[in-house]
């Protein structure tokens, strides 16, 4: 299962939005609704911020929001704050029931 | 509360074999729907899923890494159990336990802080 392709880094000044994608195959992103988004902070554990595609956990900001169409999911930051400084991870469900990440795309605030 | 917490060596020698326990509170493992799972990161790389177990006591393994992966759970203990066989130094990464919440199709709630694993050569 090849890990799923995000761009290695996206920036932004504060204030403004990005979308970070996560471009996957028929057989993870584009088969299921089961597309996650997670934050890590450096030296820390991943914190889930979207799950099923465009839902939020209780707690989250709703700066972050997600969407998918075809075999590709989209995470967008608007709002960016210093705080969103961070890696950022999707994940897929696959149809070998198996989990896949994405590569991490690093999110740098100007 | 939830926590989860991983336990091991901390350094360990090519060609042998890893054993890490993840030791949890504030869920159970019988409890329908609920699953533990393995991650790793090696420095500075991303994120890389590994091995899950389920309430019914079913295991998923990584496709890459199936031939090397065991886990197993202790009910009674509140413990996940991942053992990793020939162990090699790019297998050096922080290893994570993680819930995942509402069957196989939730989401990873949960994390435990890591624990570094070194192999040497």
């Known amino acids: 299962q090849s890990a799923l392709t995000q761009p290695a880094s996206v920036s932004g000044s504060p204030g403004q939005s990005i979308t970070i994608s996560c471009s996957g195959t028929?057989?993870?992103?584009?088969?299921?609704?089961?597309v996650s988004w997670y934050q890590q902070h450096p030296g820390k554990a991943p914190k889930i911020i979207i799950y099923e595609v465009s839902k939020r956990p209780s707690g989250v900001s709703n700066r972050f929001s997600g969407s998918k169409s075809d075999n590709t999911a989209s995470l967008t930051i608007s709002g960016l704050q210093a705080e969103d400084e961070a890696d950022y991870y999707c994940m897929s469900y696959t149809t070998a029931s198996t989990w896949v990440f994405g590569g991490g795309t690093k999110v740098t605030v100007l | 509360q939830v926590t989860l917490r991983e336990s091991g060596p901390a350094l360990v020698k090519s060609t042998q074999t890893l054993t890490l326990t993840c030791t949890f509170s504030g869920f159970s493992l019988s409890t329908s729907r609920m699953c533990v799972s393995w991650i790793r990161q090696p420095p500075g790389r991303a994120l890389e899923w590994l091995a899950l177990i389920d309430w019914e006591d079913d295991k998923y393994y990584s496709t890459s890494l199936r031939t090397r992966l065991t886990i197993s759970k202790d009910t009674s203990k509140n413990q996940v159990v991942l053992t990793m066989t020939e162990m090699d130094p790019v297998d050096t990464a922080t290893y994570y336990c993680?819930?995942?919440?509402?069957?196989?199709?939730?989401?990873?709630?949960?994390w435990g802080q890591g624990a570094l694993v070194t192999v040497s050569s």
């Open positions: 993680a819930r995942m919440n509402g069957g196989l199709t939730g989401v990873f709630d949960y």
């Open positions: 028929s057989s993870d992103v584009g088969g299921y609704k089961f």
